[in-house]
């Protein structure tokens, strides 16, 4: 099992592009979720995926979209890039429909908006 | 609103002596505190986790404890290593809503 894969790894932006970050899970993980990581401000959530077909919004939504097609993909999609979204992003999946067993994380996108 | 706080931001310790990582939570409800440890960079790991049905759990040399009264839990590393050098993380969960919240992060820094 390769767990949770996100691609790219390092992306470098303009202001106004828009672009997809991917995550594929191969567990057959029905909880997915999207993370961005600030210094001194820890994990915040953007958007999660209960199952297939169903999304919400986490704590940070604005900017960012997703879809859930399929059970293995979540990607998530940078409608109009800022300076503001620099940031590292993980992946998440989760056994189960509720958050509460452990995270596995992709290794991380690092994306930079000049 | 959702919300979980933790302190201190930043922990150095002599190796050998212990550390201790508090956290607080807003929601009543939560049931599940899982905490992560992220080496530099690297993705966060889940190295311990409480439920809400139990105060106090162990793994070797870290153990977690929650306070459901006061919405407390913290994370208690004794004996501290070098390789215990990282950021923490502790998160809880909100069923109400099936996400879960995590805390700013600690950085903990183990001196020789």
């Known amino acids: 099992n390769a767990g949770v894969t996100q691609t790219p790894k390092f992306q470098v932006l303009k202001t106004g592009q828009s672009m997809t970050l991917q995550c594929a899970q191969d567990m057959n993980h029905e909880y997915m979720s999207w993370y961005r990581q600030d210094p001194g401000m820890g994990l915040r959530l953007i958007h999660y995926s209960v199952g297939a077909g169903i999304t919400d919004q986490g704590e940070v939504p604005n900017g960012y979209n997703v879809s859930r097609s399929t059970t293995e993909d979540f990607p998530l999609r940078l409608l109009s890039a800022a300076p503001s979204q620099t940031s590292v992003y993980f992946c998440a999946s989760s056994p189960g429909s509720i958050m509460n067993t452990e995270a596995f994380f992709g290794q991380g996108t690092r994306l930079t908006v000049v | 609103g959702e919300n979980v706080e933790q302190h201190p931001s930043t922990l150095s310790v002599q190796e050998g002596d212990s550390a201790v990582i508090k956290c607080t939570y807003s929601d009543s409800a939560s049931n599940y505190f899982p905490w992560y440890k992220q080496e530099l960079g690297k993705r966060p790991q889940l190295i311990i986790d409480i439920r809400s049905n139990v105060g106090e759990k162990k793994d070797q040399r870290i153990a977690v404890t929650l306070n459901k009264t006061a919405k407390h839990f913290s994370l208690h590393i004794t004996e501290t290593q070098p390789e215990d050098s990282a950021v923490y993380f502790c998160?809880?969960?909100?069923?109400?809503?099936?996400?879960?919240?995590f805390g700013s992060g600690t950085r903990l820094s183990i001196r020789p």
């Open positions: 998160a809880a969960s909100y069923s109400s809503a099936s996400k879960i919240i």
